[in-house]
């Protein structure tokens, strides 16, 4: 009897023990293929050290509370340092209005960079919490956005460490894409909650790339392509700037567009127009005839260059550029023929230009 009560009993203990060991077993099935099991390991712990302080400039708008979300980014920062020892610090930050930019996450990016290009040496990532607006191919709305210039202006939705998580471990694994499982997965999972992790081969890219310089774009394609698109960028942060008519930022990004591809067409010409506001018109004639001379199609550099050379009062040089705008069937302003018209006591054009290409250099 005795003996028996003990065998169930032990059965008893038995299932006890099974039923304990049963939801463990689960959770650690749950989370095989991402690093979320090793965290406690001694050597995975050493592998994070030593630990990495990014610098985040923080943008809001009206879409969360700021209380709300440096709560979050806190705890991001704890599920990151865990992975990889790196840890995210707010050192500075604005509440941006935005005005059309919603729909358009390059807008979006190039509006952040242009805000925040002053300060470029004093953060490493640009964080914006917006409720944006533009969709993917496939009318899907994406939870965040990063650029893929420096790969350092982040976009996040929501208050999901999944989204955060996800884009900031795309600024350190570049181009390399999505992964099918955990956090670099390319879509939130609908099921569970807990997708923060890394597998450990992407940790290992993180890893690898943990020290980057956010200064920096990272060379992750063909030489000639990452100029075209480095050169890209700041020709857009330098449109950006002139929109704002802040001239001598826009020169400067312009310069490093140039720098960056001497035979940028559209470069040439947008700098030239800056030239031409300031009135340096020599300038702007010279950055009109290199735009021409890489791009001869350019009908609004010719509209450009022959308003420079009008108020230079060289009025015959300026019917001739007219002309050339016009042939390649650019819309001429009336009011600027009439002034022409006025100031130079011609009608039109009454040069015959030859169309000697070898002489007009
Ligand atoms: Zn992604």
Redesign the pocket.
């Known amino acids: 009897m005795r003996r028996k009560r003990t065998q169930a009993q032990d059965r008893l203990t038995k299932m006890k023990k099974l039923l304990l060991l049963l939801p463990l077993v689960c959770l650690l099935d749950c989370y095989a293929g991402s690093v979320k099991p090793l965290l406690n390991r001694p050597e995975f712990k050493a592998e994070n050290e030593p630990i990495r302080t990014l610098r985040i400039f923080l943008i809001t708008d009206d879409s969360y509370r700021k209380d709300e979300i440096e709560k979050f980014v806190s705890k991001c920062s704890d599920l990151i340092e865990m992975q990889v020892g790196i840890r995210l610090e707010i050192v500075d930050g604005y509440e941006i209005k935005w005005e059309d930019e919603l729909d358009d996450i390059i807008k979006m990016e190039i509006r952040i960079a242009r805000e925040t290009w002053s300060k470029r040496d004093q953060f490493d990532i640009a964080l914006t919490f917006v409720h944006f607006a533009f969709n993917v191919a496939g009318g899907k709305l ?1 939870l ?3 650029d893929t210039f420096f790969w350092r202006y982040l976009f996040v939705r929501e208050l999901d460490p999944y989204i955060l998580l ?2 900031l471990f ?1 600024a350190f694994l570049f181009n390399r ?2 992964s099918e499982e955990w956090v ?1 997965r ?1 879509g939130r999972p609908a099921y569970g909650n807990e997708w923060y992790w890394l597998t450990p081969k992407d940790r290992k890219e993180v890893l690898r790339s943990k020290w980057r310089d956010f200064n920096i774009m990272p060379a992750i394609e063909e030489e000639e392509e990452r100029k075209s698109r480095e050169s890209w960028f700041y020709y857009k942060v330098g449109l950006a700037y002139l929109q704002k008519r802040e001239f001598d930022e826009a020169i400067l990004l312009l310069n490093r567009s140039l720098e960056t591809n001497p035979k940028y067409a559209a470069a040439y010409e947008t700098r030239g127009v800056i030239y031409s506001r300031r009135e340096q018109y020599d300038q702007a004639i010279s950055d009109f005839n290199k735009a021409l001379e890489i791009d001869p199609s350019l009908a609004e550099a010719y509209f450009n260059q022959g308003r420079a050379h009008y108020f230079k009062k060289e009025y015959d040089k300026s019917w001739e550029d007219i002309r050339k705008a016009q042939d390649l069937g650019y819309k001429i302003p009336a009011e600027f023929l009439d002034d022409l018209r006025r100031a130079s006591g011609k009608n039109r054009s009454t040069l015959s230009v030859p169309q000697d290409k070898g002489s007009s250099k």
């Open positions: 994406p965040g956005a990063t996800h884009e795309h894409g999505h670099m390319g």
